[in-house]
């Protein structure tokens, strides 16, 4: 099993629209959970810590599922805006490790 | 406030040839690190460190040296380049030392490499 793992996609939807996208990591262990974004040719911007409670900002809401070592981005109404690379980035390690970063989910919003 | 600031934007290299990529951050901050993006493979660490004189390898050191003599700066050296070097690469920092805190990591805005 890879350490973190995403779906590439792209995953096209119309504005709008609710997507979600899962990221499945493979230690059960792991405590720090983030989800990135990255627009093309740009470096990654942190949108959103994920904590085991849960968390929202406006549309934008992630959770984390430790029973099946995943952890979700739900984007509501998407905009034209959201067009980007989602990174689902974990401490994969235990103890004080760096962390790891999966591949990226792209969304690509149309109009 | 710069943030981090990795220099040059873009190089070119023919195959052999050494150089430094440059990255600096004004935040005070323990942990630097330096990935490299290439298409369809996310980001892989290279080198990283969690203060001054302390460096480690990561994920794809080979061909790859760093230092970190000050706080502010982390240069990360390629040796002898090689073709298979070509990517894009970000420097990145935090406040705390490791990723056990919901620290957020600031990038700087990344150097296309290419070698020839």
């Known amino acids: 099993r890879k350490e973190v793992e995403q779906d590439p996609g792209p995953f096209n939807v119309p504005e709008g629209a609710t997507v979600a996208f899962n990221c499945t990591y493979s230690?059960?262990?792991?405590?720090?959970f983030f989800w990135y974004r990255q627009d093309c040719r740009k470096e990654p911007k942190l949108l959103m810590s994920v904590y085991s409670s849960g968390n929202e900002d406006g549309r934008f809401t992630a959770q984390l599922n430790r029973a099946s070592q995943y952890i979700s981005l739900l984007i509501r109404d998407s905009k034209l805006s959201d067009s980007a690379t989602y990174l689902c980035?974990?401490?994969?390690?235990?103890?004080?490790?760096?962390?790891?970063f999966g591949k990226g989910t792209r969304l690509s919003v149309i109009a | 406030n710069a943030g981090v600031t990795q220099t040059p934007k873009f190089q070119v290299l023919k195959t052999g040839q050494s150089m430094t990529l440059q990255c600096a951050q004004d935040?005070?901050?323990?942990?630097m690190s330096w990935y490299r993006q290439d298409p369809g493979m996310g980001l892989r660490l290279i080198h990283y460190s969690v203060g001054a004189g302390i460096t480690d390898q990561g994920e794809v050191p080979n061909g790859y040296n760093v230092s970190r003599s000050t706080t502010e700066d982390f240069p990360l050296r390629l040796l002898s380049a090689a073709p298979s070097q070509t990517s894009v690469y970000f420097c990145?920092?935090?406040?705390?030392?490791?990723?056990?805190?919901?620290?957020?990591?600031?990038f700087g805005s990344g150097t296309q490499l290419s070698v020839l």
């Open positions: 990145a920092s935090s406040y705390a030392p490791y990723a056990a805190t919901n620290e957020k990591l600031f």
């Open positions: 935040m005070n901050h323990e942990y």
């Open positions: 980035v974990v401490n994969i390690y235990s103890g004080n490790t760096p962390l790891v």
């Open positions: 230690n059960s262990a792991s405590q720090s």
